[in-house]
């Protein structure tokens, strides 16, 4: 196996250099995926015979969930990076993924909550599935506060390393919380392994806005990890060139 491309992982210059070139891609694909999504599942799609219009909050609570989740795996992947390898970059990642992931939790808990009003009749109840995300949110905070509450670096990278990769437990629970509990929340609305309930004209505008909300938390990675590299890496010459280019 190739290790190049981990190793090249390590340097916050080639990230630097890479991500820029990345970076203009994902915000136009995040745009277009979205736009053409939201407009399409908010105005275009056929109304769901059971839940009349009220249904189209899904184009925006299940691509927020679904990040949301996928943002915590990504901080514990970082987290056993940062213990075993010891890898700068990764501390980075973990550090600059968290508040993106806490604002996905927070948006898919306020659209769940805005569909089960009249779903449900209610904007929140103890749910196994909506329990489980609320503490996937305590668990950004936690990952945040304790970032920026340990003055040493080192330190404070393990410490949200190993809070990281902990509450991962967590996200199987979300997972199949619906499947393991009775509870109020439905199932999955699609999964990859199975052919989609809904009718093309309903699912294909779901899965845009998935993909693009995919990308949109890429290129929000990326700012803010170019960012915090150049905070990082301000005392370097590459960096200072960076910087006097900009100029």
């Not at 996928?70 to 514990?76: D, E, N």
């Not at 056993?80 to 939790?105: E, Q, Y």
């Not at 005392?235 to 900009?246: G, H, M, P």
Request: with cysteine; glycine share 6%; proline share 4%.
């Amino acid at each position: 196996m190739n290790w190049s491309f981990f190793h090249k992982l390590g340097s916050p210059r080639w990230f630097y250099d890479i991500s820029g070139r990345w970076l203009p891609w994902f915000v136009i694909a995040s745009l277009l995926l979205i736009g053409i999504g939201c407009v399409w599942g908010l105005f275009i799609a056929p109304q769901d015979y059971q839940q009349g219009n009220s249904f189209r909050i899904i184009y925006i609570h299940v691509p927020a969930a679904f990040v949301a989740q996928s943002c915590y795996l990504m901080l514990a992947i970082a987290g056993i990076v940062t213990l075993v390898w010891r890898m700068k970059l990764a501390d980075v990642a973990l550090r600059c993924a968290a508040p993106i992931g806490a604002w996905m939790t927070f948006l898919a808990l306020v659209t769940g909550a805005i569909w089960g009003k009249p779903t449900w009749g209610t904007y929140w109840v103890w749910d196994a599935r909506l329990t489980s995300m609320l503490i996937l949110l305590f668990l950004y905070f936690g990952v945040i506060a304790l970032s920026q509450a340990i003055s040493n670096r080192d330190t404070a990278a393990k410490a949200t390393a190993v809070l990281a990769i902990v509450g991962v437990v967590n996200i199987p629970i979300i997972q199949y919380s619906v499947d393991w509990w009775n509870t109020l929340h439905q199932p999955a609305t699609f999964k990859i392994t199975e052919k989609p309930a809904m009718p093309m004209e309903m699912w294909l505008p779901l899965l845009l806005t998935v993909l693009g909300f995919y990308a949109l938390f890429t290129a929000s990675l990326f700012m803010r990890m170019r960012l915090e590299i150049l905070r990082r890496e301000h005392k370097t010459q590459w960096v200072r060139d960076v910087l006097e280019k900009a100029s």
